[in-house]
């Protein structure tokens, strides 16, 4: 099935954002809802054809992340690890690993989480792995911890970052696997729904073919690549933040009176949505630019996905901010949707590069223009 | 050809890096600016500017370490596929 933008934006306001409060509160999604993404064809539409996939282009990938990241950043999210996985097998996956995983992780059969963050080291300190996977006859033994781990509650296929030796390598280790052991974590601040987890590796035994890409080199290759594809998904989704925040504050202020006088005709809250607006336009823009620069195999992508998710998550931590003061005690409250784009918003900001480590990287931009 | 190939990987990383000098066999990683996210675009330019596909045994770290050492992996790709070819090159001549 080719799916589209528009039958996203049909499936979100009709069965996701209705009950994204309660999906937050129960701090699940249901399996039914996770069934419909599968049948929609939205978990890796970007897969080709043969697979299951439907082909589709990175800029339209984007914008169905968009709507479903308008609805709710706890679904949105499942779609990013599992969509990092996906990629990364037909990316980097021999032939037998494609034949096995690629028309599963298609049709959602099979659930990918993307395990690199560590309990004692930060997530953006991916050199800091403490996992380690060592030589085992013609296979490996997996040890180790991944904590903060999108969807790993429910995580069929893991994709593990592990030492081997001096460099870094790339496992695929299924759920079922002797020795995995899943510890939810509940209580997450934002996106609560996406059923984040601990896993542990304990001796675990994996075949000469749970290896994913080169050996000792995913730092360079798979890691990168796939943060590359999270990024720019956990961007489109900081749009539809953006787009949330400012529809519900559209409606809120036209509808609200004080003093005798609608809100929306409170210069201080009209410059609240002008902004909006404008941060909205310039986050769509700078996403479908990194969308269409992916689309061409342009190494420029991946700079221009650093800048998209920077504007877009600031932008929508932001807008959300600003919603939850135009709503006032109301913002604060369970009956309006904004208190939840407020708590996911902050996880924009922390989630595939921090904003403090995009701000170190994206002036790098200006040294090379002026050639410093 | 290689000529063709080191021009192209030099205007790359010089674009990337303006102020360094850097001679064919230099080793870019000691330099001490690469980072997973330019090696990580260094794959996607040669993937795309000399229509190949680099098999997962053919990225390591020695195969980008120098001009010299790419053009030599970009010729390798090359020899396996015969149809394989500069895309920049045959823009520009």
Redesign the interface.
């Known amino acids: 099935m080719n799916v589209t933008p528009e039958l996203t934006r049909e499936f979100v306001d009709a069965e996701v954002a209705p009950c994204a409060e309660e999906f937050d509160r129960t701090e699940q999604l249901p399996g039914s809802l996770l069934k419909q993404v599968g049948s929609l064809g939205l978990w890796a539409p970007f897969l080709p054809s043969e697979v299951g996939g439907s082909g589709t282009d990175y800029v339209t990938v984007g914008r169905l992340h968009t709507e479903i990241g308008r609805g709710c950043s706890g679904l949105r999210s499942m779609l990013t690890v599992h969509g990092m996985v996906s990629w990364s097998v037909n990316r980097w996956g021999t032939d037998e690993q494609k034949a096995q995983w690629l028309p599963e992780l298609a049709s959602g059969n099979t659930f990918g989480v993307f395990c690199l963050s560590e309990p004692d080291s930060s997530g953006s300190d991916s050199k800091a792995e403490g996992t380690t996977a060592e030589p085992d006859g013609e296979g490996w033994v997996l040890n180790g911890r991944k904590k903060w781990i999108t969807g790993g509650q429910v995580a069929d296929l893991m994709m593990v970052f592990a030492r081997t030796g001096p460099g870094m390598s790339t496992f695929l280790v299924p759920r079922n696997a002797a020795g995995v052991e899943v510890t939810p974590l509940p209580r997450m601040m934002g996106t609560a729904a996406s059923m984040i987890a601990e896993i542990t590796f304990t001796d675990v035994k994996l075949g000469a073919d749970a290896l994913l890409g080169p050996r000792g080199w995913a730092a360079g290759t798979v890691m990168t690549g796939a943060l590359d594809i999270g990024r720019y998904s956990v961007a489109c989704g900081s749009l539809g933040i953006v787009q949330a925040a400012l529809e519900a504050s559209a409606r809120y202020t036209a509808e609200r009176s004080a003093g005798g006088k609608l809100l929306r005709d409170q210069p201080q809250l009209r410059a609240k949505i002008s902004d909006m607006v404008t941060a909205r336009d310039a986050a769509r823009l700078l996403c479908e630019r990194a969308g269409a620069l992916k689309d061409a195999d342009d190494p420029e992508t991946i700079m221009a996905t650093w800048i998209a998710k920077y504007h877009a998550s600031t932008a929508a931590t932001k807008a959300a901010s600003d919603a939850v003061q135009i709503h006032g005690a109301n913002g604060c409250s369970p009956d309006h949707p904004v208190a939840r784009l407020y708590r996911d918003s902050k996880v924009m900001e922390i989630i595939e590069g921090s904003t403090e480590l995009q701000q170190l990287t994206i002036a790098d931009v200006a040294y090379r223009e002026v050639a410093l | 050809m290689s000529d063709n190939a080191r021009a192209e990987l030099r205007q790359f990383i010089v674009?990337?890096?303006?102020?360094i000098e850097l001679a064919d066999d230099q080793d870019i990683f000691a330099l001490g600016f690469v980072n997973?996210?330019f090696?990580?675009?260094?794959?996607?330019?040669i993937?795309?500017a000399f229509s190949v596909r680099i098999p997962?045994?053919e990225?390591?770290?020695d195969n980008?370490r120098s001009i010299d050492a790419m053009t030599e992996l970009i010729a390798r790709q090359q020899s396996e596929d015969p149809l394989a070819g500069s895309s920049i090159s045959a823009v520009t001549g």
């Open positions: 674009g990337k890096f303006p102020k997973s996210l090696a990580m675009e260094l794959v996607m330019f993937e795309k997962n045994d990225l390591k770290l980008f």
